[in-house]
């Protein structure tokens, strides 16, 4: 993953990090911005950005898309340029990756409130998989992810799509 600051469209990008998942496996979908904004008590903004980066396939998943490790979620703090937590965040127990992520501000408040995000689960003949809800807070720190629908295992479909939230 390369991340690059294209603040100003009229200079050349600038190169801020190339990144490897630490599990070692190949993304397979996009990563998503996760932002808060707070204010000192002196009125100072504080801005924390971190990119939130979910496991894809493994080296021996390539032709299959298939993962011998759980699904986990990585934060990468966009400030300090480092991960959040080495370990990641598990999703579920069961073998699979990530598929797509988005991140969503509820209240309006500049400080993303949960990560929305899919699982790809099973095997190619038989895919299966969840849509999970994970809180985040200003450290970049997850919470537990839940699952936005309780599916049966039967029900399970794979979510490899980003999810795409409003608000009514």
């Not at 986990?72 to 340029?81: N, Q």
């Not at 409130?113 to 809180?135: C, H, K, M, N, W």
Request: glycine residues 8%; aromatic residues 10%.
């Amino acid at each position: 993953i390369v991340v690059m600051d294209i603040t100003n469209p009229e200079k050349a990008p600038k190169v801020l990090a190339e990144l490897t998942i630490p599990d070692g496996s190949y993304t397979n979908s996009n990563p998503d911005i996760v932002k808060f904004r707070t204010y000192s008590d002196s009125g100072e903004v504080e801005d924390a950005w971190y990119l939130a980066v979910g496991t894809g396939v493994s080296e021996a998943g390539i032709n299959s898309f298939t993962n011998e490790n759980t699904p986990k979620l990585y934060m990468f703090d966009l400030l300090t340029k480092k991960w959040v937590d080495e370990k990641g965040t598990e999703i579920t127990k069961s073998k699979g990756w990530i598929g797509g992520i988005n991140s969503i501000d509820w209240n309006r408040d500049y400080q993303d409130d949960y990560i929305y995000l899919g699982t790809v689960e099973g095997s190619a003949d038989a895919p299966a998989g969840q849509l999970f809800r994970i809180a985040v807070d200003s450290s970049g720190t997850l919470g537990t992810a839940t699952p936005v629908i309780e599916l049966s295992s039967t029900d399970k479909q794979a979510f490899a799509a980003t999810p795409f939230t409003v608000e009514d």
